[in-house]
């Protein structure tokens, strides 16, 4: 679920689990900032490494705050060692405790010199008082600490530094300021949030320290001309500049399929009134905004306008996620897009009863149309719906959510997981796709290359056209391209998807009259074809990052159920009476591990994984796999003996 609430004037989005990876992906993608939340107990987890990555690829500017200080074994310094050496960050702290565990009272500011106590029921009492005598060094040493790591990376502070000259609070306030929008520096907060301790001093810098959005450079791609060129969108708050809005999540309504979609959009560019006229970018469609509205959690205030900026929702918008949409026709740029990925997993999925087709239908539409993530594709060879996503957890709450909102009882098979095949080394190809029937026919040639992408590239297919001359005409390369597409659909091997190839275009030939863009797409799927026939091929499949927590006298035991899984550790963390353990295992042989932990560890392990490349499958899996599917093709010709 996502949450938007307003205070100060700031918009915050609440992500979620990372099976849920897409609502972290287009939140950071219309975000101007964020607090990346580590737990002082766990520090960084798998998770936290996820997201630190997402927070890369869209360049937001965060602040970390270290949570959960009143839990028992807590430690904000092991916690922040975490940032700097698993995630790189250039980090210090700008604020420390007063006390730990049951002992944690307040927090001191390192800047002001000031301790912060939070009293009343819940935190709200807010006092400031002078720091205790025992924390006066600790706070000296902390504080010269945080000046030297940002004079390292600020100029200003820097030079004052080496003239041997002492900041006061505002420059330092200014140098953390300036680091943070470049993202050269992290700062650190800690604080307890169930016992809101540490949130009021958290929230101001926010305010403080974060860009707003006038200071956020966003780009756009000006869609008119062949060769696409970058534009700077004015963030100024006003009607002045043509209308930008950005829809990054949908909701499509709930039991009552006709419901008006909900359409959360980030305004870029100008503004929007209730009324207005908007144009959809990528389908050109004009629709008008009846209603406008800002989220408060799950309730809707109704605005008459909004601006750059903000983060508005509007009612009967037909669009999809990532869409683009402006208020001149003729202004036709387009922002980028989400990253989505591919789903690492599926089930089958059915309804039990044939009466109740219609609303699974309606649901499957609804959820798939709300989360990228989330597919639905029918299989033709076994005649079966296939539901696919990012883990177990998600495909679960979906069917959950079938049999809730919509009152349908559904039928769920074992997890499969989404293996692909790829080339295990590189194949030259020479394809002739030629065809005359009188009049005009098919004739398209292609020549080149299909080599392996390294390991981190499994996921993706590359294309390069390296063609000179007029042999392989322009206006046919987008039709190879979509003969590539289709191609890689259906592997030889194992009947799955093709990736982690490079499609390398070096030469061909064409006719004046025969060659069209058919021929050229049947030319590319015919090279294809023919590398599987004499290329060595491999199928592979997802690995996951795994992080287990458990008490320290299981560690042999869960070592054992790892190596048993035929994952790999990469390390083992020790803390007081528990121990952290991160290890790679293939998604495959990962079904069923939540019970084996539990049944190890007498209850009190816990995992959590995520997604994080496709490698090699072992020669047994891959036997078995490819004599499956050999299986599975020769079933339907003795079935047509038989009759």
């Known amino acids: 679920m996502m949450r938007t609430i307003s205070f100060f004037g700031v918009l915050s989005i609440d992500c979620c689990h990372v099976d849920f990876t897409v609502e972290v992906e287009r939140s950071l993608r219309v975000l101007d900032g964020a607090v990346l939340v580590v737990c002082s107990v ?8 996820t997201v630190n990555r997402q927070l890369n690829r869209y360049r937001v500017p965060f602040l970390t705050f270290i949570n959960k200080l009143d839990r028992m074994n807590a430690n904000p310094s092991r916690a922040m060692d975490h940032l700097k050496s698993k995630l790189g960050h250039n980090a210090a702290f700008v604020q420390i405790p007063i006390g730990l565990e049951g002992n944690f009272k307040g927090i001191i500011d390192l800047i002001e010199r000031k301790a912060i106590y939070f009293n009343g029921p819940n935190g709200e009492e807010v006092s400031v008082e002078e720091i205790p005598e025992q924390y006066k060094q600790e706070t000296e040493n902390r504080r010269r600490d945080l000046i030297e790591t940002i004079s390292g990376v600020d100029d200003e502070l820097g030079e004052m530094f080496l003239n041997e000259e002492i900041p006061n609070e505002q420059q330092i306030h200014d140098a953390i300021r300036r680091c943070v929008i470049s993202r050269k520096f992290n700062p650190i907060f800690v604080g307890s949030a169930l016992k809101n301790k540490g949130v009021q001093p958290l929230l101001d810098s926010v305010n403080r320290y974060l860009p707003n959005p006038a200071e956020v450079e966003n780009i756009a791609l000006d869609e008119l001309g062949k060769e696409k060129k970058t534009i700077k969108l004015d963030p100024t708050r006003s009607f002045a500049a043509p209308f930008v809005g950005f829809a990054f999540k949908i909701e499509a309504g709930g039991r009552n399929t006709s419901a008006t979609q909900l359409t959360y959009v980030r305004v870029y560019q100008g503004g929007v009134k209730r009324g207005d006229t908007l144009y959809n970018m990528r389908t050109l469609k004009r629709t008008r905004v009846s209603k406008l509205v800002r989220m408060h959690s799950n309730k809707a205030e109704e605005v008459d306008e909004a601006y750059a900026g903000d983060i508005c929702a509007f009612y009967g918008l037909d ?4 869409d683009t949409f402006v208020n001149d026709k003729a202004y036709q740029i387009s922002m980028e897009s989400i ?24 649901a499957l539409a609804r959820f798939t149309r709300e989360d990228p993530t989330f597919r639905i ?23 959950q959510r079938i049999q809730r909102e919509y009152g349908v009882k559904i039928e769920m098979g074992k997890p499969k997981v989404s293996f692909r095949e790829s080339l295990a080394s590189p194949i030259k190809f020479d394809y002739l796709h030629k065809k005359q029937s009188g009049g005009a026919g098919q004739y398209g040639r292609v020549i080149g290359i299909l080599e392996p992408l390294s390991p981190e590239k499994f996921a993706t297919v590359e294309f390069s056209d390296e063609t000179s001359g007029t042999n392989v005409p322009s206006q046919f390369i987008p039709a190879i391209k979509k003969g590539l597409i289709r191609a890689y659909e259906k592997g030889s091997l194992s009947g799955n998807k093709i990736s ?17 863009e058919l021929a050229f797409m049947l030319a590319a799927e015919g090279a294809i074809r023919q590398t599987q026939e004499y290329g060595q091929w491999q199928i592979i499949e997802p690995v996951m990052l795994v992080e287990i927590n458990a008490p320290s006298e299981f560690q042999s035991a869960v070592h054992s159920l790892v190596i048993k899984r035929f994952g790999i550790v990469s390390g083992i963390e020790p803390r007081e009476d528990w121990f952290t353990m991160l290890a790679e295992i293939p998604l495959n042989d990962m079904f069923g591990f939540s019970t084996d932990i539990r049944s190890h560890t007498q209850g009190k392990g816990e995992f959590s994984m995520e997604y994080v490349r496709y490698c090699p499958v072992r020669p047994d899996i891959s036997n078995k796999i490819t004599q499956q599917y050999q299986e599975s093709l020769e079933a339907p010709q003795q079935q047509r003996r038989k009759n």
């Open 319 to 322: 669009c999809a996620t990532g």
């Open 500 to 516: 982690g190839v490079k499609f390398r275009l070096q030469d061909g030939d064409n006719h004046i009259v025969d060659s069209n």
């Open 377 to 399: 594709v029918y299989d033709e060879d076994n005649k079966e719906s296939i539901a696919m996503g990012m883990g177990e957890l998600q495909l679960d709450i979906y069917a």
């Open 42 to 49: 766990g520090g960084v987890q798998s998770q936290t490494i």
């Open 339 to 362: 990253f989505v990925p591919d789903p690492v997993i599926s089930m089958s999925i059915k309804c039990s009863s044939s009466t109740d087709v219609e609303k699974f239908a309606a």
